[in-house]
């Protein structure tokens, strides 16, 4: 596959500013829970805000292939803000993929310069990967719908001015049938977000409360019942950002000089393993974005990207724990325990735990890994 003048272009540019802007600040960014919002209105600028919208609206209009070369160079400089934009980036999307012309006119423009940010909802308590039991209403009342209900897991809900929510509007028919897509304005009267503070003390998710919120009907993402063809439209793109091929190459190749300087060919040669097997996922990745170039769709193929790619996330953090040996155990987090004091064992232990814990929930985030093996048992092997 060969990369054309400007596909290279927008490449080293997300390169160089990841190098520059990013890396130097990313740990900061990390360790003190910093939304940099500054960093990504200046992404923003270079067309990074709107990736795959239109350029009538602002958006720059490229590929899959192309996003994907731009969000693993920016992983390389910090994932957690690579991760925050893709997250954005996604949401756009939908609304220019599939939301009407006044709403793309109203909303997008803003989405793009980064003005606003943008998130979405789809997991509830009893609706993780089986949307079917969906319980979010929205009830149709003249120009508006009335929402009640809750999502969870949301990430980024603290800091979104706008939110997806995919809402029951039908319980007559198949239940998959019944879901339709709202874009929602998270200032509007009856929203409240709780934080979910996750197992390694982090605030990334929340829980989104919906009582009697008020929403415009003009704000519908396409054709009501349609939600869950339109979610599962956006999963299928959403995994290739999840398998993280960027972001496992970038802490891969910190770990590999961890290993060299404690000199360890144990932990030597599971790290050489490893590489060979993140090779191969990206080669997979390539090859299934180059499918897209050419006019194919994301299948079934794409949980390939999400199982391996979270299982590799996994790994590489467990292996950061076993170079850190006690010192990850005596010091889960930055500052261990909460002290002001850095602890008295290397850098990289400071934060191999909470990263372990944190990377579980990969494997489970947009659609588990064993619902992803049935997509393929079905849809691949045609068991």
């Given at each position: 596959?060969?990369?054309s003048e400007e596909q ?262 599971k790290v050489s393993e ?104 079905k849809f691949v092997l045609?068991?």
């Open positions: 596959m060969q990369l290279t272009a927008f490449y080293d540019m997300a390169k160089d500013f990841a190098v520059k802007k990013m890396a130097p600040n990313a740990e900061k960014w990390d360790e003190e829970k910093i939304f940099p919002i500054d960093t990504l209105r200046e992404l923003a600028e270079l067309g990074f805000g709107g990736i795959y919208v239109n350029p009538d609206l602002g958006g720059s209009g490229l590929s899959r292939l192309d996003s994907t070369l731009i969000f693993e160079s920016l992983s390389h400089g910090c994932t957690s803000t690579a991760a925050f934009l893709s997250i954005h980036n996604m949401a756009n999307w939908m609304i220019d993929s599939f939301g009407s012309s006044e709403l793309k006119e109203s909303i997008v423009p803003d989405l793009c310069t980064m003005k606003k940010i943008a998130s979405y909802c789809l997991t509830e308590a009893g609706a993780g990967s089986d949307a079917g039991n969906l319980k979010t209403k929205a009830i149709r009342d003249g120009d508006h719908y009335i929402v009640n209900g809750s999502k969870t897991w949301t990430t980024l809900a603290q800091n979104a001015d706008w939110i997806f929510c995919l809402v029951r509007t039908d319980n007559s028919g198949i239940k998959q049938e019944g879901i339709s897509f709202l874009l929602i304005d998270m200032k509007s009267p009856g929203i409240e977000v709780k934080p979910i503070i996750t197992i390694d003390g982090d605030h990334e998710v929340n829980t989104v409360f919906f009582s009697d919120v008020k929403v415009p009907a003009k704000n519908l993402i396409g054709e009501e019942g349609k939600g869950w063809t339109y979610a599962k439209f956006l999963l299928a793109h959403e995994r290739f950002g999840i398998a993280a091929v960027g972001s496992s190459m970038r802490e891969l190749n910190r770990l590999k000089k961890i290993v060299n300087e404690i000199d360890n060919d144990d932990l030597r040669k490893l590489e060979v097997s993140l090779s191969a996922l990206e080669i997979t990745e390539l090859r299934l974005l180059s499918e897209l170039e050419n006019g194919g769709h994301p299948g079934a193929e794409s949980s390939i990207l999400k199982i391996k790619g979270t299982e590799m996330q996994q790994k590489i953090s467990e292996l950061f724990v076993e170079a850190s040996g006690e010192y990850a155990l005596m010091y889960p987090g930055p500052h261990g325990y909460g002290s002001n004091d850095k602890p008295a064992g290397p850098d990289y232990a400071a934060n191999s735990l909470s990263a372990f814990l944190n990377l579980r929930k990969t494997s489970i985030y947009g659609g588990s890994n064993e619902i992803q093996k049935n997509i393929l048992s045609g068991v």
